[in-house]
T-cell receptor, first 114, second 115 residues
Framework: GNSVTQMEGPVTLSEEAFLTINCTYTATGYPSLFWYVQYPGEGLQLLLK?????DKGSNKGFEATYRKETTSFHLEKGSVQVSDSAVYFC?????????????FGQGTTLQVKP | DTEVTQTPKHLVMGMTNKKSLKCEQH?????MYWYKQKAKKPPELMFV???????INESVPSRFSPECPNSSLLNLHLHALQPEDSALYLC??????????????FGDGTRLSIL
């Protein structure tokens, strides 16, 4: 079945460091891929998305490229800030089932220290 | 600011109480979702509504009863809950079911505690 695997956290970085959070997926067909961010005490916010191979999603300095050959959608940011501390979820949309069901990774906690 | 509004933000209830969670969106979305999220875990899908009709029930216990009175509103009625039901309950919406390229938009959730 469809699944998403994220690198385990927590990831702890100093401010202005480079961030990579790895995400790989298993899916039939061609899913859409998403990164969501959850700040403490809040719901999930869409960070970026990509709907087909080689698409690059970007938002607020974050980027991720849909790599079909490696079934990956790694999240990157060139210079993190303390305000980026949150939990990041990689997700795919289960296109084959037509249910709208999102398959989430386990989440990666990012802690950015000043 | 989130475009999906959930009330209340916090709810504490006893196991014999009856309460309701409410969710509202004004984006014209026709698919709405309830999720349950335990601490440090991803959200788990509970129910999906499409054009105000229940489309998916992910084998949720009957003590949770969803309702979609119109295209903007989604309720979750709670009765005789158990301590393990304590969690963050998230509502989400998307344009229509089957448009998997369109993202789901989440509210900030209701944090539920069962005494």
């Amino acid at each position: 079945g469809n699944s998403v695997t994220q690198m385990e956290g927590p990831v702890t970085l100093s401010e202005e460091a480079f961030l990579t959070i790895n995400c790989t997926y298993t899916a039939t067909g061609y899913p859409s891929l998403f990164w969501y961010v959850q700040y403490p005490g809040e719901g999930l916010q869409l960070l970026l998305k990509a709907t087909k191979a080689d698409d690059k999603g970007s938002n607020k300095g974050f980027e991720a490229t849909y790599r079909k050959e490696t079934t990956s959608f790694h999240l990157e940011k060139g210079s993190v800030q303390v305000s980026d501390s949150a939990v990041y979820f990689c997700a795919l949309s289960d296109r084959s089932s037509n249910t709208g069901k999102l398959i989430f990774g386990q989440g990666t906690t990012l802690q950015v220290k000043p | 600011d989130t475009e999906v509004t959930q009330t209340p933000k916090h709810l504490v209830m006893g196991m014999t109480n009856k309460k309701s969670l409410k969710c509202e969106q004004h984006m014209g979305h026709r698919a709405m979702y309830w999720y349950k999220q335990k601490a440090k875990k991803p959200p788990e899908l509970m129910f999906v509504y499409s054009y105000e009709k229940l489309s998916i029930n992910e084998s949720v216990p009957s003590r949770f009863s969803p309702e979609c009175p119109n295209s903007s509103l989604l309720n979750l009625h709670l009765h005789a809950l158990q301590p393990e039901d304590s969690a963050l309950y998230l509502c989400a919406s998307s344009q229509v079911l089957g448009r998997e390229d369109q993202p789901q938009h989440f509210g900030d959730g209701t944090r539920l505690s069962i005494l």
